[in-house]
């Protein structure tokens, strides 16, 4: 019987993630979804993607503010961050990871990461505001996308 040979196609999770894409924004949750898809990439051998999403600010732009210097400054202010903790666990834990930036909403700039990474898996910190109880945090809005494995972590 001959076996015809399919081009080759991405497969999640075929044998445990490759990519997990964990979302950072510098609050307290996000550093807590960092550190748990950063122990899920070590026991993988998987890479961690951390990925910040700069808001659009039309209305600052508008106003005069100088909105990409901003978004710069707290993109780089998470990159000193995650260096410093890598450097504070060298020798303990080895993880291979990457950070990337994206502009958009939260749950549009982390869809595109996660279509763009391939990931295989998605972690993100539990919403800290009261609202989005009611409208739906990025968490809900993830997993209701049904493309990837979500994990929130609290």
């Not at 445990?16 to 070590?42: F, L």
């Not at 080895?94 to 595109?112: C, I, K, M, S």
């Not at 945090?137 to 997993?143: E, G, K, M, T, Y």
Request: no cysteine.
């Amino acid at each position: 019987m001959d076996e015809q040979k399919s081009p080759t196609v991405f497969e999640r999770g075929t044998d445990g993630p490759k990519v997990i894409v964990a979302g950072i924004d510098g609050s307290d949750s996000s550093w807590r979804a960092a550190a748990y898809a950063a122990g899920m990439a070590r026991r993988q051998n998987a890479l961690l993607a951390l990925v910040y999403v700069q808001p659009y600010l039309p209305g600052g732009a508008a106003l005069g503010v100088p909105v990409s210097e901003v978004d710069t400054g707290i993109a780089a202010q998470l990159v000193a961050e995650i260096r410093a903790s890598v450097e504070r666990l060298r020798g303990t834990f080895q993880v291979r990871w990457e950070f990337h930036t994206f502009r958009g909403d939260p749950f549009g700039g982390l869809a595109a990461a996660a279509d763009q990474l391939t990931a295989d898996a998605v972690v993100v910190g539990a919403s800290e505001q009261a609202g989005h109880r009611l409208v739906g945090s990025v968490a809900v809005r993830l997993v209701k996308a049904g493309k990837w494995p979500v994990t929130v972590v609290p």
